[in-house]
C-alpha cells in the first residue's frame, strides 16, 4: 500500500509595530514585567480596542507578498475561550472576512520550485505569558495585546523537508519586509503545523494538529515523526485520532496534548466595539508602493543576469540588507562576480569579527566600490586589498586615504623592482646558482622573498619577469 | 449657564447650603437607596481627580489610527471665582458601571464589589471639563440587566413616589435620584431602555441617544452594539445641554461618528409624528396616559400619521439573542485574576476563575450569559445569533423607512407603571417581555427620549419619542411642545429649600 502525507502550517508573527494591536503601549520584548501595560490591554472593564493601524499595513504587505486577494472590507471577531494568561478571556481576531486570502508562495526545496497556496493571513492579538515559579503562576502582560498575524497555508506540502524549506523562504520574506524579525527561539516567529496521512488517490487523512516546534529543524523532525506514526498505524490497520499533538524536542516524539473532545468551541462573532476596516485607495496604494522584489526572483535575477553562482546568490538575498548593499556597490562601478564573491568572503567575515551590521558598517557601498575599483586598476594586490577593507572597518577612513597614508599603492617601476631583485638575489647566490642550473621550484622562492623586500606591494608579473631576466 | 443649573453651581462649595443639602439628600436616601457611593464633600478634590483622570486617557488616546484628531475634553476653564464651564461646579450623578476615577465601579456585582477604575469614562470627563462635579455613584441592576434595580447585588432602589414599589432599572439610581430633586441630572446607560424606564416610572426625561453619537469608552460593556450613556433630567433644557456636552467623536471608542446631531447644525422643527397601529398588552392607566399624549402632540401642531410596524414583534427574541451573546463575550473577563473579587483558597487558575465567577455573578447575569454562550455555539450560529442579525437588520431598516415618511415616532415607554418590589411585582421573564417598546431604539441604533406626562393614580407616566439616526433635535423640539402640557410632576416632600 503506498501512502501520501499532507501538511499545512499556521505561522504567527509578531509584527515589528511601534505600540500594541489595540492601545498605544510598546510592544518591546525584554521590559520589566507589567510594565507596558494599560486598563485597555490589561482588559479592565469598560476600555474598548482601538485599532493600530501601522500593525493592520503590515499584515497587508505580507498578504500582498503572498499573492493574496487583498479585503475591501476587513472584519474582526471574538475568538471566545478562557485562558488565565488572556485579560479580556476572548482574543481579537478575524474569522469570516480575513484582510488577505487565496495567495501563494513560491519556494525552492530539492532543487525545486514548488509553489504553496496559501489560505489566508489574518490580524490578531497576543495573549500574556504565564511564569510558573514554584506553587504560585505569575502572569506578565507586556506581550498581552502584541499585534500578531497568522499566515494559513493549505495542506500543500508532502513532509518535513518541504515544510522547513518553505518556513525559511517565509523567514526570509517577512525579514525583508521588515515586518517581522523572524526570531523562533524569542517566539516572534511561531509554527504550527497540521498533518494527515491517507493511501494514495483518497484525499486528506484524520488532521492531527502540531504544535510546540520552535524552529525550523523541530519543524522538520516533528513533521517526519508523525508521518512515520500515522503511516506506520494506517500500515498496521489502525485509525488516526484527530487530535492536538506536541513535538518533545528533549524525546524527538509527538505526544498527545488533547483529544477532539475536549477540543474549544471558540464562538467567533463580530468584534462590535470595532467597525470593519475598509482600506480606502491611498491605503492601498501605500501598500503597493512598498511591495518589493521577492527574495527567491532577485536570487533568480542575480544568477541569471549577474552570473552569480545559485549558492552566492542565495547568501546575498539572504539578508534584504546584504541583496541591497550588493547592488548599490554594483551601481556605483563594481563588477559583480568579484562583489559578490567579497561580501559572501572577507567582508562577511570582516563583520563578523567586529560585530558590525553592514547596512551600518563605515565600508559603505561607496568605499566598497572604491576599494574594488583600485584592485581592479591594478592598483592594489588582494591581500593588501583586505588589510585595507580591515582598515575602513576599524577606522573608519575612506580606502583610497588609507592606501595613500600606508603607502600601499602596488610598485610597478622596473627600475625600483630591479633594485629589490638584485638585493635578495646577492643574498641568496646559492639559490640563484641552483634556480640557473634548472630548479624551477628555487626560482619561487627567489619571486617570494623579492615580494616580501617589497612589502608585498610589488605587481607579482613584473616582479618574477625581472627575476627571470638576471637569472637567464 | 441654564436658569435651573445656576442655583446648583457652587452648592457644594457653599458650608450652609451643602450642609442643608446633605440633610435632605439624607432623608430621601433612607427612603429611596439610590446612591452606592455619595460622597458631596471635598468638590475641589473632586475636581482634581477628574483632571487627573484625564491623563491616562490622553495616553490612550494615541493608539488612534494615525492622523486622527483626539479631540481630548479641554480643561474647564479656571478663573479667579471657579470653573466657567456651561455646567461649571453643577453637581451630578453617575451610574455605577460608568468609570469615575477617586470612585469605585461596581456595577453592582460583587465581583466588582472594591473595584476602582485606573480611568475615567469620556463621557464623565467631557462634562468634568465643562466645570460638572460628580456627588456619587447610583444603583443599578447587576451589570445593568434588569428592569427594577432589584437585581443589585447592593441595595434595592425604591421609587420616589412611593417606596413600595420600584425606581425601574437597570439606571434606577439615577432616575430616583433625580426624580428626588437629589441632582439636577444623572448619567445612565441604555442597553435596552436602561435609562427610559426608569425615567419614566420616576417621572423625568430620559434620553438615549443615537448609537456612535456619544462614547462609550469607561461604560462597563454588558451589550456593546446595542448600548449607550444616556441622560436623566428634569428638564429637557438640561438634557440637551448635557447631551451636547458629552456628544462627539472619541478615539478610544471607533464606533463613534460625527452626525449631524452635534450642536450648531439644523434644526428643523418636526411635523409629524408615526403612531404604531395596534399596540397591545398596555396597562388601563398607560393606555390612557398614552393617548393623552397622542392628543397632546396633535394640539402641538404636529400631524398624526398611523404606521404599521410588523417587525415589532420580532424585537425581543433578536434583543435578547444579540444582547446574551455579547454578555457572554463581556463579561469573560472577570475572572478575580488581575482585578476584581477573588475566591479564597484556589486550587489552580480554572478552579481560581470558576469559583470566582460563580461566587460573584448573580443569578440573572448568570442566566445570561449561559444563555448568550448557547446561542453562539458553533453550528447553531444560524439559528439563534445569526438570525437575530437578520431581523435586526430588518427592524431598522423598517425604522428607518418609516422615519424617512415621518419625523418622529411615538410609543409607550413600557406596558406598565412603576410595579411592586420582589415577588408581588413582575417576575424576570414578564419584565423582558415588556422591554419591547424600548429595544426597538437600540436593535435599530436610533435616539429615543420619554417624556413625563404627569401622574396617575398618583404614579409617573410618560410617552417615548423615536426620531432618525443623529436628529436628537427633533427629540428636544417635541418634548418642547408638550412641556406646557405636561408639567414636570413632584414626588411627595421634594423640595428646593437647600438651593436658596
Ligand atoms: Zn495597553
Known amino acids: ?472 | 449657564m441654564l436658569d435651573e443649573l445656576e442655583p446648583w453651581s457652587g452648592l457644594l462649595s457653599d458650608p450652609k447650603r451643602r450642609a442643608a443639602y446633605e440633610a435632605y439628600a439624607e432623608g430621601w436616601e433612607g427612603r429611596i437607596g439610590a446612591f452606592l457611593q455619595f460622597s458631596p464633600d471635598e468638590p475641589a478634590g473632586r475636581r482634581g481627580a477628574g483632571q487627573a483622570a484625564a491623563k491616562p486617557a490622553a495616553r490612550l488616546a494615541a493608539a488612534g489610527p494615525a492622523g486622527r484628531d483626539p479631540a481630548e475634553p479641554a480643561a474647564a476653564p479656571t478663573t479667579e471665582q471657579g470653573p466657567t464651564g456651561a455646567l461649571a461646579l453643577v453637581p451630578f450623578a453617575v451610574k455605577d458601571n460608568i468609570a469615575v476615577e477617586g470612585f469605585r465601579m461596581t456595577c453592582g456585582s460583587r465581583i466588582l464589589e472594591d473595584y476602582r477604575p485606573p480611568y475615567t469614562a469620556t463621557c464623565v470627563a467631557r462634562l468634568q471639563a465643562e466645570g460638572a462635579l460628580v456627588v456619587g455613584k447610583t444603583n443599578l441592576d447587576e451589570f445593568g440587566m434588569g428592569s427594577s434595580c432589584d437585581n443589585s447585588a447592593f441595595a434595592r432602589t425604591s421609587n420616589p413616589y412611593d417606596s413600595a414599589l420600584v425606581a425601574g432599572g437597570s439606571s434606577g439610581g439615577s432616575a430616583a435620584a433625580v426624580a428626588a430633586g437629589l441632582v439636577p441630572f444623572a448619567l445612565g446607560t441604555d442597553t435596552g431602555g436602561s435609562v427610559r424606564q426608569p425615567a419614566n416610572f420616576c417621572g423625568v426625561y430620559g434620553l438615549k441617544p443615537s448609537y456612535g453619537a456619544v462614547s462609550r469608552f469607561g461604560l462597563a460593556a454588558y451589550a456593546s452594539s446595542l448600548e449607550g450613556a444616556g441622560v436623566l433630567g428634569r428638564s429637557i433644557d438640561v438634557v440637551e445641554e448635557v447631551f451636547r456636552a458629552m456628544v462627539g467623536v472619541d478615539p478610544l471608542d471607533q464606533t463613534t461618528v460625527a452626525g449631524p446631531g452635534r450642536p450648531g447644525t439644523e434644526a428643523a422643527e418636526p411635523k409629524s409624528v408615526g403612531v404604531v397601529r395596534g399596540l397591545g398588552g398596555l396597562d388601563p392607566a398607560v393606555e390612557a396616559a398614552y393617548r393623552g399624549a397622542l392628543a397632546a402632540l396633535a394640539d402641538s401642531g404636529l400631524r398624526l400619521v398611523e404606521l404599521d410596524l410588523p417587525m415589532l414583534d420580532y424585537v425581543l427574541p433578536a434583543y435578547y439573542t444579540i444582547a446574551t451573546a455579547e454578555a457572554s463575550a463581556n463579561l469573560a473577563r472577570y475572572t478575580g485574576i488581575a482585578y476584581g473579587r477573588r475566591c479564597a483558597g484556589a486550587e489552580n487558575p480554572d478552579d481560581l476563575v470558576r469559583r470566582s465567577r460563580g461566587e460573584g455573578f448573580g443569578d440573572e447575569v448568570k442566566l445570561r450569559v449561559l444563555v448568550g454562550t448557547f446561542v453562539l455555539r458553533s453550528g447553531f450560529q444560524d439559528r439563534y445569533y445569526h438570525k437575530a442579525q437578520t431581523l435586526r437588520r430588518a427592524i431598522r431598516d423598517e425604522l428607518a423607512g418609516a422615519l424617512r415618511e415621518v419625523d418622529l415616532i411615538a410609543m409607550p415607554v413600557f406596558p406598565t407603571q412603576a410595579f411592586a418590589h420582589g415577588d408581588s411585582g413582575m417576575d424576570q421573564f414578564q419584565q423582558k417581555m415588556a422591554d419591547k417598546f424600548t429595544c426597538t431604539a437600540n436593535l435599530a441604533g436610533l435616539p429615543a427620549l420619554a417624556v413625563p406626562t404627569g401622574l396617575s393614580g398618583g404614579l409617573p407616566t410618560g410617552i417615548q419619542l423615536l426620531a432618525a439616526s443623529f436628529r436628537e433635535d427633533r427629540l428636544f423640539s417635541c418634548a418642547r411642545r408638550l412641556a406646557p402640557a405636561f408639567p414636570l410632576p413632584e414626588p411627595p416632600s421634594f423640595s428646593r429649600e437647600f438651593l436658596r
Open chain 1, 1 to 472: 500500500m503506498k501512502y501520501a502525507s499532507y501538511v499545512g502550517l499556521e505561522i504567527h508573527i509578531h509584527l515589528l509595530a511601534k505600540s500594541k494591536a489595540f492601545c498605544s503601549c510598546a510592544a518591546r520584548f525584554g521590559d520589566e514585567p507589567n510594565t507596558n501595560v494599560c486598563p485597555v490591554c490589561l482588559g479592565h472593564p469598560g476600555v474598548l480596542p482601538a485599532l493600530n493601524e501601522e500593525a493592520l499595513f503590515m499584515g497587508y504587505r505580507v498578504a500582498q507578498a503572498l499573492g493574496c486577494e487583498l479585503s475591501r472590507r476587513t472584519i474582526f471577531e471574538r475568538k471566545n475561550y478562557f485562558y488565565p494568561d488572556m485579560p479580556k478571556n476572548y482574543q481579537i481576531s478575524q474569522f469570516a472576512a480575513p484582510l488577505g486570502v487565496s495567495g501563494g508562495f513560491e519556494f525552492e526545496v530539492k532543487g525545486e520550485t514548488r509553489r504553496l497556496a496559501i489560505r489566508e493571513c489574518h490580524l490578531e492579538e497576543d495573549a500574556g505569558k504565564l511564569i510558573h515559579a514554584g506553587s504560585v503562576t505569575l502572569i506578565d502582560y507586556n506581550r498581552a495585546g502584541f499585534p500578531l498575524l497568522e499566515i494559513v497555508t493549505e495542506p500543500d506540502l508532502k513532509d518535513g523537508e518541504e515544510a522547513e524549506a518553505y518556513l525559511r523562504s517565509f523567514r526570509r520574506l517577512v525579514r525583508h519586509l521588515g515586518v517581522c524579525d523572524g526570531n523562533m527561539e524569542e517566539g516572534s516567529l511561531r509554527c504550527d503545523a497540521n498533518v494527515s496521512v491517507n493511501e494514495e488517490g483518497r484525499g486528506l487523512g484524520v488532521k492531527v494538529e502540531l504544535k510546540n516546534m520552535n524552529s525550523s529543524r523541530f519543524v522538520r523532525m516533528g513533521l517526519d515523526y508523525e508521518i512515520r506514526r500515522q503511516t506506520a498505524r494506517l500500515a498496521e490497520g489502525k485509525s488516526i485520532q484527530q487530535e492536538t499533538r506536541l513535538w518533545n524536542e528533549n524525546r524527538d516524539v509527538t505526544e498527545t496534548m488533547r483529544k477532539k473532545e475536549s477540543a474549544s468551541d471558540y464562538r467567533f462573532f463580530p468584534e462590535p466595539d470595532l467597525p470593519p476596516f475598509e482600506p480606502g485607495e491611498a491605503f492601498l496604494e501605500r501598500v503597493a508602493g512598498l511591495a518589493i522584489e521577492l527574495p527567491l526572483g532577485r536570487k533568480r535575477r542575480f544568477v541569471g543576469v549577474l552570473g552569480l553562482a545559485e549558492e552566492q546568490a542565495d547568501q546575498l538575498v539572504e539578508e534584504k540588507s546584504v541583496a541591497d548593499y550588493f547592488e548599490s556597490a554594483l551601481a556605483l562601478g563594481a563588477e559583480a562576480r568579484t562583489a559578490a564573491t567579497w561580501i559572501t568572503g572577507e567582508l562577511r567575515a570582516q563583520l563578523l569579527r567586529s560585530g558590525q551590521d553592514i547596512a551600518a558598517s563605515p565600508l559603505g557601498p561607496r568605499r566598497f566600490a572604491a576599494l574594488l575599483g583600485a584592485l581592479a586598476e591594478g592598483r592594489i594586490q588582494g591581500t593588501i586589498a583586505k588589510q585595507v577593507l580591515k582598515a575602513v572597518l576599524d577606522e573608519d577612513k575612506d580606502p583610497e586615504a588609507i592606501i595613500a597614508e600606508r603607502g600601499l599603492e602596488q610598485i610597478t617601476d622596473r627600475g625600483a623592482l630591479g633594485a629589490m631583485v638584485d638585493e635578495v638575489l646577492a643574498r641568496e647566490a646559492a639559490t640563484a646558482a641552483r634556480v640557473r642550473s634548472g630548479d624551477k621550484k628555487a626560482l619561487a622562492f627567489l619571486v617570494g622573498e623579492a615580494m616580501k623586500a617589497s612589502s608585498g606591494r610589488a605587481a607579482a608579473g613584473t616582479l618574477k619577469e625581472i627575476v627571470m631576466e638576471r637569472l637567464s
